[in-house]
């Protein structure tokens, strides 16, 4: 390999290590500042947390991220590129899956025919071909439940398949969310409060699913919570936010001790 191609090499690995740049984002509603000039960057690979008081902007960001909301200024690059133009329902076929705090599940189907619906985007069936019953539509609908069952292996729900999601209890309803989301092989998993609800066998349930998911799919990960035990074990480097703006960022164990963190949580007074 010559020196050229050494070099176009290096820069491919540096432009790809970053999987997600916030820049400067500003969101405003009428009046009220949701988010002021929020900035950082997630590396490919990475377990982040995005911590903050309620009101501090997190599930704003979140919906920026995922095209539910537009920015008012500032740019979210996704591998190098800005998604700000993109619409929200090609999220999931750029990279992008997120699960929801409040489930989005269809509770009267089975849990196989809610796995699959997240694996449709990656589709290239349409209206047409469906109604024609075409050859390869059926080979696709066959791939897609295949996968959609070894995504419920993976998650150690497998005996859920054929049983409807409205008769499972709420933490396995949590856990077969995220597998919905899965199926469509995100780069980058956005989860909205996964811990909510869940009792303390499910979160020691939960930690070892998140690391298994960027160790075993290489998926990043960035999840919003506020279970800042689960945060602060399972994250590589936590964002946090308040009134719209970050206070801190780092690994674990600096934003535990960061003071502004410690006062926008307790309220402790500065003397």
């Known amino acids: 390999m010559n020196k050229?191609?050494?070099?176009?090499?290096?820069?491919?690995v540096q432009a790809t290590d970053t999987l997600l740049s916030v820049k400067d984002v500003s969101v405003h509603f009428g009046g009220i500042v949701a988010l002021d000039g929020v900035s950082f960057d997630i590396p490919s690979g990475q377990i982040v947390g995005l911590i903050g008081p309620n009101g501090a902007?997190?599930?704003?960001?979140?919906?920026?991220?995922?095209?539910?909301?537009?920015?008012?200024?500032?740019?979210?690059?996704?591998?190098?590129?800005s998604i700000l133009k993109s619409p929200v329902h090609q999220m999931s076929s750029i990279g992008i899956g997120r699960t929801f705090q409040n489930l989005a599940l269809f509770t009267n189907l089975t849990v196989l025919d809610n796995i699959m619906i997240g694996g449709h985007s990656k589709g290239?069936?349409?209206?047409?071909?469906?109604?024609?019953?075409?050859?390869?539509?059926?080979?696709?609908?066959?791939?897609?439940r295949r996968e959609a069952l070894e995504i419920l292996r993976f998650m150690e729900l497998e005996n859920t398949a054929l049983q409807r999601i409205g008769d499972l209890p709420f933490g396995v309803q949590k856990r077969l969310e995220i597998a919905?989301?899965?199926?469509?092989?995100?780069?980058?998993?956005?989860m909205d409060e996964p811990a909510g609800g869940l009792n303390h066998n499910e979160l020691s349930l939960l930690v070892n699913t998140i690391r298994r998911i960027r160790d075993e799919?290489?998926?990043?990960?960035?999840?919003?919570?506020?279970?800042?035990?689960?945060?602060?074990?399972?994250?590589?480097?936590?964002?946090?936010?308040s009134f719209g703006r970050k206070l801190?960022?780092?690994?674990?164990?600096?934003?535990?001790?960061?003071?502004?963190?410690?006062e926008a949580y307790l309220g402790t007074g500065k003397k």
């Open 248 to 262: 801190a960022e780092g690994p674990p164990s600096a934003i535990q001790q960061h003071p502004d963190v410690i």
């Open 57 to 81: 902007g997190k599930t704003t960001l979140f919906n920026c991220i995922s095209r539910l909301y537009d920015v008012n200024g500032g740019d979210i690059l996704f591998r190098g590129q």
């Open 217 to 241: 799919f290489g998926t990043t990960v960035l999840l919003v919570e506020h279970h800042m035990g689960l945060v602060m074990e399972v994250s590589e480097k936590v964002v946090a936010l």
């Open 4 to 12: 050229n191609t050494d070099s176009i090499a290096s820069a491919d």
């Open 124 to 144: 290239k069936s349409d209206y047409l071909s469906n109604a024609l019953h075409l050859p390869w539509i059926k080979r696709e609908e066959r791939e897609l």
């Open 180 to 190: 919905r989301a899965l199926l469509s092989h995100p780069k980058l998993l956005l």
